[in-house]
T-cell receptor, first 113, second 116 residues
């Protein structure tokens, strides 16, 4: 079975500071990896995904994530936080059948002006 | 184009009553998922439909929960004899298929269910 762990249910950063949201997965084979963002009172939106190839993946709004197989990690980063980045972020994995997705418990990001 | 829509957006019901939640996926998307999101928690997989295949019901928490999908269109999630622990946001997602996995999921805004 696959699982996803997001360290830190709440993260606060100052505006302009680095954003780092952690995600580790448990899988017998490298899965497909995703980051979703959920703004208040909205549905989840895909930020970025890793399938194969380049391990550094760039997404929307300046976010990127790096797949590190040796660390079974897929941490999300953004060099400079903006107030509009305040949201809930979810890491997810799926197997290669694309059948079922497993989500982490989410990290709430607060950006302090 | 239109995204995934869900109705109602909010539902308040009394304990013991049945509720039906509706999901309209993006046209042409063959896969449809239901998730439950309890307050402060992650998404909990409930059920997955793919085309005309038998649905994957492995995530349904009890036999009070059921879901149907008509072809590749609308899906309804039914909760019978609701309990207070059923209070949550119920999210629906659809995705295209064909070609290579993974199939990106497109989420609806959710239905917030409150059982009093």
């Amino acid at each position: 079975a696959q699982s996803v762990t997001q360290l830190g249910s709440h993260v606060s950063v100052s505006e302009g500071a680095l954003v780092l949201l952690r995600c580790n997965y448990s899988s017998s084979v490298p899965p497909y990896l995703f980051w979703y963002v959920q703004y208040p009172n909205q549905g989840l939106q895909l930020l970025l995904k890793y399938t194969t190839g380049a391990t550094l993946v760039k997404g929307i709004n300046g976010f990127e994530a790096e797949f590190k197989k040796s660390e079974t990690s897929f941490h999300l980063t953004k060099p400079s936080a903006h107030m509009s980045d305040a949201a809930e972020y979810f890491c997810a994995v799926s197997g290669h059948t694309g059948n079922q997705f497993y989500f982490g418990t989410g990290t709430s990001l607060t950006v302090i002006p | 184009g239109a995204g995934v829509s869900q109705s109602p957006s909010n539902k308040v019901t009394e304990k013991g009553k049945d509720v039906e939640l509706r999901c309209d996926p993006i046209s042409g998307h063959t896969a449809l998922y239901w998730y439950r999101q309890r307050l402060g928690q992650g998404l909990e997989f409930l059920i997955y439909f793919q085309g005309n295949s038998a649905p994957d019901k492995s995530g349904l928490p009890s036999d009070r929960f059921s879901a149907e999908r008509t072809g590749e269109s609308v899906s309804t999630l039914t909760i019978q004899r609701t309990q207070q622990e059923d209070s949550a946001v119920y999210l629906c997602a659809s995705s295209p298929s064909g070609g290579r996995a993974p199939y990106e999921q497109y989420f609806g805004p959710g239905t917030r269910l409150t059982v009093t």
